[in-house]
């Protein structure tokens, strides 16, 4: 007897921890931004160190769910205050991601051609019913069939709710002792909405409101940092940031520290291989500045900026965060002190900025190249062929960006911050991967785009930088032991 339990526990201990990702993005199924870099890259590296990952996604109307093959396993409904929402949990059989993708597929709120917004980049308007349906169908699914995981690990405000539903909700109390782990990936989106609105969410015992509340309205973001087991941020800095500014919630971060752990990212690096990469022009051979000149020359084509001059790229969303704002008025400024260097900006957003990122392009096509649009494979492009990264990011819980410049052998001026501060090291001739700048005003922007300047035209030291920045190892590896960590805590394995 006592032989077969000790061999039951060693089975037990030995067999997966069968975690549950929830999450709104997933690459390359549907991406607006790093959520859906980490989705879809941290399971294949979690699963070869001993867990077993399912993501759950929304079904989407979008490109990459055309044509695939579902398998339902699940298909019911349930009622949002009174509107009835039938639902269907199906795994996609063909994805073939390395890992095993479950779709909620919610008809009315989900099949949308956008995650959050539609191609017009109006958001829907709907937010708050449709997260929260993604929620319940998702809880709905784990509580009514035989698919419960060890952990459920929620991804930002969208799946914030899931803790306290699953705690306090009636129909979902069988779930209680379940450990949840929560990532956040950006405290600047909370989900906050009106007390109001609170009929939209299952039957819980009102004294428990408190774990919804923050500043008098529902905040799925802070009910997660109370309720979780486990609190998680990108970044080891970011996490310490997120005590003295995370949009009125830095007391409850303080309160909460204990169970928090700032975990940096990594990056897929199969994904992004500047050898192997299908989306570049020239692949990487060994010779650092000869696959920089290759994609530069490939990338600059068709355009009237000089390939003899630095190009300094900027990628992102077009957001106050992402200094997005800064950008035209730190170009003007350039071209005003009649610098040597050019510059490329991909991205959307903010109109302002759209705006006059069309205006500088179409008055110094000499100098600006402005593409206003999102595009994957153009990002890849503009990694491999710039000579800098800009990222003048006010606030930056990981970012990814950076990482993907220093392995296509790009040079990265950024700001002291967050993941920035984490993942890049001060380049000092010899050492070191990037530029940073401890304040955002030009004084200091002005003051790193000099050394870039001055390290274009000192060549073995733009090799030696370039170098640095493709040896760093930013692979998931150590990253998703650390995870393991976290699972292995909370389930007691
Ligand atoms: P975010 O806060 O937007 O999630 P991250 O740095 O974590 O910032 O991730 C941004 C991701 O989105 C990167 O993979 C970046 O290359 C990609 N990205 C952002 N804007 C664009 C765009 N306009 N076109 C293509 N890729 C983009």
């Excluded at 900027?314 to 035209?328: C, M, N, Q, V």
């Excluded at 950076?402 to 501060?421: D, E, S």
Aim: aromatic share 12%; with cysteine.
């Amino acid at each position: 007897m006592l032989y077969l339990s000790t061999k039951y526990l060693l089975i037990m201990s030995d067999s997966p921890i069968r975690v549950h990702f929830v999450s709104m993005e997933c690459y390359p199924c549907a991406k607006v931004g790093g959520l859906a870099d980490v989705v879809g890259s941290l399971p294949k590296y979690l699963n070869d160190q001993g867990a077993e990952v399912t993501v759950f996604m929304p079904k989407y109307r979008m490109k990459w769910f055309e044509g695939k093959s579902f398998d339902y396993r699940h298909v019911s409904h349930f009622y949002l205050h009174h509107e009835r929402i039938d639902y269907g949990i199906a795994e996609v059989t063909d994805a073939n991601l390395g890992f095993r993708l479950m779709v909620i597929d919610i008809p009315g709120k989900m099949d949308r051609n956008g995650v959050y917004a539609g191609a017009d980049g109006h958001f829907f308007g709907d937010e708050i019913q449709r997260h929260l349906c993604f929620q319940r169908a998702y809880l709905n699914f784990i509580v009514l069939s035989e698919h419960t995981p060890d952990v459920v690990h929620c991804h930002d405000h969208h799946s914030g709710l899931i803790p306290f539903i699953m705690q306090n909700c009636d129909g979902y109390r069988n779930l209680a002792s379940l450990p949840v782990v929560f990532t956040i990936h950006n405290e600047r989106y909370q989900g906050v909405f009106p007390w109001t609105m609170h009929y939209l969410l299952p039957q819980f015992d009102s004294w428990k409101a408190g774990m919804l509340d923050w500043g008098n309205l529902i905040n799925p973001l802070a009910s997660a940092v109370k309720c979780a087991w486990k609190v998680t941020t990108v970044s080891p800095s970011y996490m310490e940031e997120l005590k003295y500014n995370s949009m009125g919630l830095e007391a409850l971060f303080h309160q909460e520290n204990h169970k928090c752990v700032g975990i940096l990212n990594g990056i897929d690096n199969e994904v992004w291989d500047p050898a192997t990469d299908p989306f570049l022009t020239s692949l990487y051979e060994g010779d650092v500045d000869d696959f920089k000149l290759k994609n530069k020359l490939a990338l600059l084509e068709g355009t009237q900026l000089d390939p003899e001059l630095p190009l300094v790229a900027f990628i992102g969303r077009f957001a106050g965060e992402k200094g997005a704002d800064l950008l035209p008025g730190i170009i003007e400024e350039s071209l005003r002190r009649e610098l040597p260097l050019n510059f490329v900006v991909l991205g959307t957003g903010d109109k302002w900025v759209e705006h006059q990122m069309g205006i500088l392009a179409y008055h110094r096509p000499d100098k600006v190249a402005a593409m206003i649009t999102y595009n994957e494979a153009v990002s890849h492009k503009i990694y491999a062929g710039t000579d800098f990264l800009l990222m003048p990011s006010r606030v930056e819980p990981c970012g990814l960006n950076q990482m993907y410049a220093m392995r296509y052998g790009t040079v990265p001026i950024v700001h002291n911050i967050g993941g920035l501060k984490d993942s890049v090291t001060y380049f000092d001739g010899d050492n070191g991967t990037g530029l940073k700048f401890n304040s955002l005003d030009f004084y200091h922007v002005f003051e790193e785009f000099q050394r870039a300047i001055y390290l274009h035209g000192a060549k073995k030291l733009l090799t030696t930088a370039r170098t640095n920045g493709m040896d760093a190892d930013f692979s998931w590896v150590k990253s998703a032991g650390q995870y393991m960590d976290i699972y292995r805590s909370v389930t007691g394995r």
